[in-house]
């Protein structure tokens, strides 16, 4: 079933009517009736436009459950039969979704209701705002602080059986997603005189019955309470049972409840005992004890009691004791003390249980708050609740101090009610310029004033009564006032001056009387300057700050010595002034929600309607004032810029941007939705409309469209969604084809490169490996040469060594038969002298330590390593002279041979060379020693490398051995001319210097001997084999500054070629063949023309002169 068919609308099936200002003809009668018709049928809320009243019923009433939460949950305020759940919805949601901060005002005299409804509206915003753990906790925790606190600050009085006793504000605090974080408990004026009196069928405050009867046997005894009542002076017997109430489950349920706030067991044990010691106190007695000075004292009847209590606060007796008895008066440095008579000692302990139950309940107050504020900084919604006791008249004129304060505070809410609703919307529907009837009201402000007033109020005298020098009483304090507010027409006094009330036997002396918005109360003046001073003395504080009793020790700082100060506390007049006045400022910052309590009748019974009591009600709240100025009014007004805000999408021109002023657009707007004219009145700055169902129509239109337009807003969304989609997968497949492509190219590419890779790596080990082929051919045919040398060498070595052995050994021979021969002849010589054998001992041992001293000098006395070191250390005997000589020869060897062995293959045939230079002309030709230095070069042409060789370098087939460019000497004339001289391996070729034409090749083999002079010329003859084809023309003759490189080379190229030695002759005279003539070649000195070439001269067919230096 659809929520909205179970739900009664407000005009659905009702009875009377749900909004008064819907009720034809408007009477005062009409307005009863109607309540009076909704009371009987358990409707017990009505409606004044948006304020709700609500008529007590005395009764359980099923219309708080869980469904009815549901179905007022979002849901518009006249949308259902009146609730005090729609004004808590509606004040929630305000909160919620504007951003307001709201307050719901609870008024109506004691009794009407207003606890409950402040805890229904607490209930109802904890079941609808947010869930979860740590908000539940929280919800929690708020909810029952209450339990606690009406436990400690309420009482059954006469009027109501858990009346409050003091007032309470309550913020509860929420984050911008409606979810409770925490809250803020404001208290005003306990009504503390309770604690120690109650007028008769009344209770003291509901903790203390709740502990005796609900407290274990061990909680008691630990408490040093008995479980009587009447055991307690300070506990009402008349009334201890309240019909009902379940004192002892109750106890249970506050200790619960403070489990839940978050007091440790601790701290409820340190609370319970002061709630013991404030019982006890009451039963403390004291009874007249003259001294001789006549003054009276009083001593305390039974000390039992005191010592118990005393033990509960871990205070010293004495002191307390001492505190009942004394009072010590400090007067500019001046203590005095005075002793206290009976009723000074009673009034002391009165004001100290009243005391000490105060500052405990403050103490409850702030506990509680420091355990419910909000954790987080953020910003944060307020919902205030303010639950303050309401109006009360005592009859009998035992109207006191309290009352007083209670109904001043109602005073003020009236104040404000007024204010907000009566005065402030007339004064703006003439502001805005709306057509309006003024509708007449009673304004409380005049009341206010006498009470508050900063010069003549009420409160303003009693202050000025308590800090006036000299005697002052409550009588003083009432002539007084008499004095200054006689004339005011709210004040009526016996006393006063003009005397008006002279004649009013109603009124008795000691009483003045107030005409309160509510009706006229008559207080006693009786304990207001008391009451007012709350003066407790010093040294009951001074005593109570000295207990071990951590909480009480708290609750007295003033008390602590070092704090004290002489300046008087301000009085409890002026401080209720000054908290309530803050209140008031706060209530106005906010949005207030009105909840008006009615009490139908005195006896606290269900269906009972006593109109008079509800008629006088309706009057002093001023309910009918409040229906005709909403009914003349309208149900809603806004300023055009927030209503424009609002409603603005519902028309084409307003939405989503109206450029002009905002009174147009709402114009525009109203003209567009077809709004009847009458339905609405345009202001100066504010729309004003005059039907709820209008503004609801708005705004059903207004859910209506919002869901279009989230529609469009989700269709637009989602567009974009799916198109960002799209593209970001188009581009993503771009890039995923584009990878793949490269990937895959980069695949083929990498494999071939592979592949190139492979066959190249095969090729080049193909030919590594031919290579490698070559080079160990190579190696090998180097090595089996090496191995020969060495085969050969080794042979030499040997045969060398077997040689010196042979001659090593003849030598020792021979020093063998030196020495014998020595020996004998030593013997013989000295045969007289010695032993046999002495002699030859001796000899042999000193040889022996001769040769060793010897070889071990020698040791460290070697010359160095080099081959043509000459030096060699001295001889030190004689007889070791062949020794000697013998190792200087051996070393030189050894040493030669270290030397040797460090050549290279290379240098090996250098030196070869030069070796064979040396053996062939060392000694023999003077130009050997000039030749000595010259490194033998070979090819000194480069015939390979130079260009200008290339025919004779292509001509040659074998390696080049040497090739110089050397003179010829014509064997005709002995005239010279350059020629190449290329020796291979087998030939020797001379070819033209320029043009590198070969003009004869020679076979070595054909060449026989070669002939040079004996001097340092360069002049050498090569003879060649008779009969050959080269020796046609005869032997060659040659000019070289290298010639004994030419010739050795020569010589060994022959020798390798022929393995034959060929003659080189050395001398200055020699023969030569030319053609057929044998010619003889000789040598002379003589002066030099050309440098160091040598001259040649052909004398005659026999004889070729040559001239050398
Ligand atoms: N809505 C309700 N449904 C049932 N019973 C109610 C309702 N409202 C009030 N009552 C009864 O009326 C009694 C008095 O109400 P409540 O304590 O709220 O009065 P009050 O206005 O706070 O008085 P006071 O000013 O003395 O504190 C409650 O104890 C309860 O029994
Ligand atoms: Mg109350």
Redesign the pocket.
């Known amino acids: 079933m659809p929520k909205s068919e179970v739900k009664t609308s407000l005009l659905d099936n009702m009875i009377g009517v749900g909004d008064s200002v819907l009720l034809e003809p408007l009477t005062e009668d009409t307005f009863l009736e109607n309540l009076k018709n909704r009371f009987d049928h358990s409707e ?1 809320y009505t409606y004044i436009g948006s304020v709700v009243i ?1 008529v ?6 099923p219309i ?1 459950t869980p469904e009815k939460v549901e179905e007022y949950r979002n849901r518009n305020f006249y949308e259902l039969s009146p609730h ?1 759940y729609a004004l808590a919805d509606e004040a929630y949601r305000s909160l919620r979704d504007q951003d307001k901060d709201q307050c719901i005002l ?1 008024t ?11 805890k ?1 509206v607490m209930s109802y915003v904890a079941a609808v705002c947010g869930k979860g753990a740590e908000v539940n906790q929280v919800k929690e925790q708020l909810l029952q602080s209450n339990p606690v606190l009406e436990a400690f600050g ?1 009482a059954k ?1 006469m ?7 003091f007032g309470k504000y309550m913020d509860i605090e929420f984050d911008f997603k409606g979810d409770p974080l925490g809250g803020v408990i404001s208290n005003y004026l306990l009504e503390k005189s309770r604690v120690v009196k109650q007028p008769r069928g009344e209770r003291n405050f509901h903790i203390f019955y709740q502990l005796l009867s609900g407290g274990s046997e061990d909680l008691l005894k630990q408490l040093k309470l008995e479980r009587e009542f009447n055991q307690y002076n300070y506990l009402g017997l008349d009334s201890a049972k309240v019909n009902g109430v379940d004192d002892a489950a109750n106890f249970r349920t506050v200790k619960n409840a403070m489990q839940i706030v978050g007091f440790m067991d601790d701290e409820v044990e340190l609370v319970l005992e002061v709630v013991a010691a404030v019982l006890k106190l009451g039963n403390i007695e004291f009874k007249p004890e003259s001294r001789v000075n006549g003054l009276d004292e009083s001593r305390i009847q039974d000390k039992n009691e005191l010592k118990e209590i005393c033990e509960l606060l871990g205070q010293d007796q004495a002191v307390l004791e001492r505190a009942f008895s004394f009072r010590t008066v400090e007067a500019k440095q001046e203590k005095v003390s005075t002793t206290l008579n009976v009723a000074q000692a009673y009034y002391a302990r009165d004001a100290l249980a009243k005391n000490l139950y105060n500052r405990l309940f403050t103490w409850l107050v702030n506990r509680i708050n420091e355990s419910i504020k909000a954790q987080s900084k953020v910003r944060k919604k307020v919902m205030g609740v303010l ?4 109006f ?1 008249i005592f009859e009998n004129s035992n109207n006191s101090f309290e009352q007083f304060i209670i109904n001043y505070c109602n005073e003020k809410l009236q104040q404000i009610f007024i204010e907000l609703t009566l005065k402030e919307e007339q004064e703006e529907y003439i502001k805005e310029g709306i057509e309006w009837t003024h509708i007449e009201y009673f304004n409380n402000a005049i009341i206010c004033e006498l009470i508050e007033n900063n010069t003549n109020g009420i409160l303003a005298m009693l202050d000025e009564e308590c800090l006036r020098p000299g005697t002052v009483t409550d009588e003083t304090f009432l002539e007084k006032l008499n004095q200054v507010c006689a004339v005011h027409e709210r004040f009526e006094s016996r006393m006063s001056k003009s005397s008006r009330f002279l004649n009013d036997t109603t009124l008795p002396h000691n009483c003045f009387r107030i005409q309160h918005y509510a009706g006229k109360v008559m207080y006693h003046v009786e304990g207001f300057v008391d009451k007012n001073n709350d003066l407790l003395y010093r040294d009951l504080s001074q005593a109570m700050w000295k207990t071990n009793h951590v909480l009480v020790k708290s609750l007295f700082p003033e008390g602590n010595p070092v704090k004290m100060s002489l300046k008087r506390p301000p009085t409890a007049g002026s401080q209720f002034k000054a908290s309530v006045a803050t209140l008031m400022k706060n209530l106005q910052t906010k949005n207030p929600n009105y909840i008006r ?1 009615i ?1 139908p009748n005195d006896q ?1 019974a269900p269906h009972i309607f006593a109109e008079a009591l509800v008629r006088h009600q309706v009057r002093y709240l001023g309910l009918m004032e409040n229906v005709r100025v909403r009914r003349a009014g309208y149900a809603f007004k806004q300023p055009y810029e927030s209503c424009l805000e609002r409603y603005k999408m519902l028309c084409s021109q307003t939405w989503p941007h109206w450029r002009q002023g905002s009174r147009d657009g709402v114009k525009v707007l109203l003209t567009e939705l077809q709004i009847p004219p009458e339905e609405f009145s345009y202001g100066r700055s504010k729309i004003f409309i005059r039907n709820p169902r209008t503004l609801f129509e708005l705004e059903d239109l207004r859910k209506r469209r919002l869901e279009d337009l989230a529609t469009l807003i989700q269709k637009i969304y989602r567009g974009w969604k799916c198109r960002t989609n799209f593209l970001l997968m188009k581009k993503s497949q771009i890039i995923i084809s584009a990878w793949t492509k490269r990937h895959f190219q980069r695949k083929k590419y990498l494999q071939l490169k592979n592949v190139t890779l492979i066959i190249q790596s095969y090729i080049r080990g193909w030919k590594a490996r031919k290579l490698l082929r070559e080079l160990k051919h190579q190696k090998r045919c180097e090595e089996s040469a090496t191995t020969i040398a060495a085969y050969w060498r080794g042979f030499q070595a040997r045969r060398e060594l077997k040689r010196l052995k042979e001659e090593a050994r003849r030598k020792h021979a021979v020093a063998v038969i030196w020495a014998y021969w020595l020996g004998l002849k030593v013997r013989r010589e000295y045969r007289k002298f010695f032993r046999a054998n002495a002699g030859r001992k001796i000899y042999e041992f000193t040889i022996q330590r001769i040769m060793q001293k010897y070889f071990l000098e020698m040791k460290k006395k070697l010359p160095s390593m080099s081959p043509t070191e000459k030096t060699w250390p001295p001889r030190p005997y004689f007889f070791l002279d062949d020794t000697h000589t013998e190792l200087k020869r051996i070393f030189h060897l050894w040493r030669c041979k270290k030397y040797r062995d460090q050549f290279t293959e290379q240098k090996k045939a250098i030196f070869e060379e030069k070796l064979e230079a040396s053996e062939l002309f060392k000694d023999k030709k003077a130009l050997y020693t000039n030749s000595v230095q010259q490194p033998f070069q070979g090819d000194y042409l480069e015939i390979s490398k130079n260009p200008k060789y290339q025919k004779l370098n292509g001509a040659v087939e074998e390696k080049i051995v040497l090739a110089d460019v050397v003179n010829k000497i014509n064997r005709a004339n002995g005239k010279v001319a350059p020629r190449i001289f290329l020796l291979t391996q087998s030939n020797f070729i001379l070819a033209d210097q320029k043009s590198g034409q070969i003009k004869s090749t020679i076979p070595v083999m054909d060449i026989t001997s070669v002939s040079v002079s004996k001097q340092t010329d360069g002049l050498f003859a090569v003879h060649l084999k008779e009969g050959s084809t080269a020796a046609a023309k005869g032997d060659f003759l040659f000019t070289s500054d290298r010639l004994i490189e030419i010739i050795t080379k020569l010589y060994r190229t022959i020798f390798f070629k022929t393995n034959q030695k060929i003659n080189v002759e050395i001398n200055n005279e020699f023969l030569v063949q030319f053609n057929q003539d044998k010619v003889c070649v000789k040598f002379i000195q003589g002066a030099q023309k050309n440098g160091n070439l040598p001259t040649c001269k052909r004398k005659n067919n026999r004889l070729l002169e040559v001239t050398v230096p």
């Open positions: 017990i609500s007590n019923p005395y009764r359980h009433l708080y005090i609870i109506g005299e004691s009794g009407a209701g207003k606890t409950e409804a402040s229904l309420n009085t009027r109501n059986d858990n009346s409050s006793r639950d303050i006791y309401g009360e309590c009490k606290k």
